[in-house]
């Protein structure tokens, strides 16, 4: 089995590249290939079985070294993940457009008692 780090993965997309560390060649997976119980994190040191594919070099059965416990180094907390920050921008973004829409609309009916 090989051995590298995950370079980057778009959770949103399901997919990522993992660089091999003794080569530095690129391989892409998928979520599906994710063998581990933890996220998929960038950074994260795992082993992966390589395999070709039509769109180029593919990394399968991706086990983190850890164990895919999600702990990270030194003991420190888990800060939260990416999906867990981008849900609470989404969720502010749709509380911030209620509200102006909501003060629009003050607007508007206070314009209309003024006019009429």
Request: hydrophobic fraction near 40%.
């Amino acid at each position: 089995m090989a051995k590298g780090i995950i370079k980057r993965f778009d959770f949103r997309k399901g997919f990522g590249f993992i660089v091999d560390d003794k080569s530095g060649e690129d391989f892409f997976f998928h979520k599906t290939a994710w063998q581990g119980n933890g996220q998929i994190r960038q950074g994260v040191a795992v082993e992966f079985v390589t395999k070709d594919s039509e769109k180029g070099p593919q990394a399968d059965n991706v086990m983190p070294l850890d164990g895919g416990k999600g702990a990270n180094q030194k003991g420190k907390p888990n800060k939260a993940s990416m999906e867990d920050r981008v849900a609470s921008l989404e969720s502010s973004l749709t509380t911030w457009k209620i509200i102006s829409s909501l003060a629009l609309a003050g607007v508007i009916i206070l314009g209309l008692n003024i006019i009429l």
